[in-house]
């Protein structure tokens, strides 16, 4: 088989690309944020000693992790207006979306983390007097987060790939330019395989960082 | 590390202590009271509750029932002093611990180890608690392994910064729970010589311990646990060196070797 590549033709929408990354990079960072907010109160919630919040906890994690992230857009964009009366921004969908899904993972990474820390530890802050609250954050914490820092990588890296199924809700994010030039151009192996690159270039860094890291941590411990 | 203040009150007490796991009673009734300056050696075979009874004194175990005294009040059941009543905090602020599997803080240095009490909970000021962290950790000799992280030092160094951390809250009663049992054999004696110096020095203390010798030495007052109750009590003479309870003629026996 013969090809003519023409990325060219392609990479004179070299701005639809970079728009669509930049969007992409966005909801990345976004779904990051308020899902580590979403990941330690639910992760507080799993080992509060009230099982009302240990349920509720619960239930949402175990349906955002059960449910493909793709149903959970679509259900939020398209069902859930409908539930509640009214309409959804899609971008707003997104984020949402996005932030309960990674929320859900990032709850469970914690929780694992400051589970495996020795229960001597906890012991040996109460032995010196101090509360609840200063056992957790300056012993059991520095030591968790530490140790779960590679899962958190890992999961974040996952969450860039997951912010292209935004495209569905008609985000302009990098796989939906793709799409658009693929659209203007009909050059499809071009456009996609231009998307793909980008997706590379953006995640190798980050996978490399996270092998690093985790070859540091092995060492230190 | 002075205590000079000798009375018999007691400074910390326990009345009728039961704790049970279920169905499984643990301590079936102790009492135990221990006044300033005293050494009691608590030995008895595995399983028969020592550990769990010294751990309810600073509250790291909730009785099931009995109470704890300190300073003759009784301690609650909250974190924080509770009108009449002390809180945990406040008791563990004044009861020091060492473990057998010494928990120093792996993520700080040996002298944060030993700071972070003062500081985090006496709110001390971090130059009065360095330089008294230094003092104490010149004396369990380990001054020169100050910014050392835990991993790096030997079981019976970091059983020494144990000690230190302990002592740097400036405790009026210390716990020390088989802290030679996790040790080799070579590294006890410079831990045991550390406790030693402590109790010549008229700490108060409550050791869980298998070194029937070094309890026989330092403790004024020797318990035999077995079955969660307290089997014999009395001098190191009386109840290390001539046992009346068979059971307890037995254990003696088998650590004498």
């Known amino acids: 088989m013969t090809y003519n590549w023409d990325f060219h033709s392609v990479w004179q929408f070299y701005d639809l690309f970079l728009y669509g990354l930049w969007i992409s990079v966005l909801y990345t960072i976004g779904s990051i944020f308020f899902g580590v907010i979403i990941g330690f109160a639910t992760c507080a919630a799993r080992l509060s000693r009230w099982w009302m919040f240990r349920t509720i906890a619960r239930i949402y994690q175990e349906i955002f992790r059960c449910t493909p992230l793709l149903v959970q857009l679509l259900w939020f964009y398209y069902a859930f207006p409908l539930l509640v009366g009214g309409s959804i921004d899609n971008r707003v969908a997104g984020m949402l979306t996005l932030s309960l899904y990674v929320g859900a993972f990032y709850a469970e990474i914690f929780r694992g983390g400051i589970v495996s820390i020795d229960r001597g530890q906890r012991e040996a802050a109460a032995a010196i007097g101090m509360s609840p609250w200063q056992s957790m954050t300056r012993i059991i914490l520095p030591q968790a987060l530490k140790r779960v820092l590679p899962s958190f990588i890992n999961q974040s890296v996952i969450q860039f790939k997951n912010t292209s199924l935004v495209s569905v809700i008609s985000v302009a994010d990098l796989a939906y330019m793709a799409a658009v030039v693929n659209g203007q151009t009909y050059r499809p192996l071009e456009s996609y395989t231009v998307m793909a690159a980008l997706y590379i270039l953006m995640l190798l860094p980050l996978t490399q960082a996270a092998d690093w890291i985790e070859r540091r941590l092995r060492v230190s411990d | ?257």
Do not use: W
Request: net charge neutral; aromatic share 4%.
């Open chain 2, 1 to 257: 590390m002075t205590m000079n203040n000798h009375t018999d009150a007691s400074v910390i007490e326990a009345i009728a202590l039961r704790k049970s796991y279920g169905t499984h009673d643990v301590l079936k009734g102790l009492d135990l009271s221990l006044t300033r300056g005293e050494v009691v050696a608590l030995i008895g075979p595995s399983g028969s509750g020592k550990s769990t009874f010294i751990r309810c004194l600073n509250m790291l175990e909730i009785p099931t029932e009995g109470t704890i005294r300190f300073r003759q009040k009784k301690v609650g059941d909250r974190f924080r002093d509770n009108g009449e009543e002390i809180g945990i905090g406040t008791l563990r602020r004044h009861v020091g611990m060492v473990f057998q599997h010494f928990n120093l803080f792996p993520h700080k240095t040996v002298l944060q180890n030993v700071t972070e009490g003062p500081i985090i909970v006496c709110k001390t000021s971090k130059r009065e608690a360095e330089e008294r962290a230094m003092d104490l950790l010149a004396q369990v000799g380990l001054a020169e392994k100050h910014a050392a992280y835990p991993n790096h030092l030997s079981g019976g160094q970091k059983q020494r910064v144990a000690i230190a951390r302990a002592l740097a809250m400036q405790p009026e009663v210390l716990l020390l729970d088989e802290v030679t049992s996790a040790l080799d054999p070579e590294l006890v004696g410079e831990v045991l010589a550390v406790i030693r110096r402590l109790a010549e020095e008229g700490m108060t203390m409550a050791i869980v311990t298998h070194e029937m010798a070094f309890a026989a030495d330092v403790a004024n007052r020797v318990l035999f646990l077995d079955q969660g109750v307290i089997a014999e009590a009395g001098s190191a003479n009386d109840v290390i060196l001539n046992p009346q309870n068979p059971r307890l003629q037995a254990f003696v026996a088998r650590f004498r070797g």
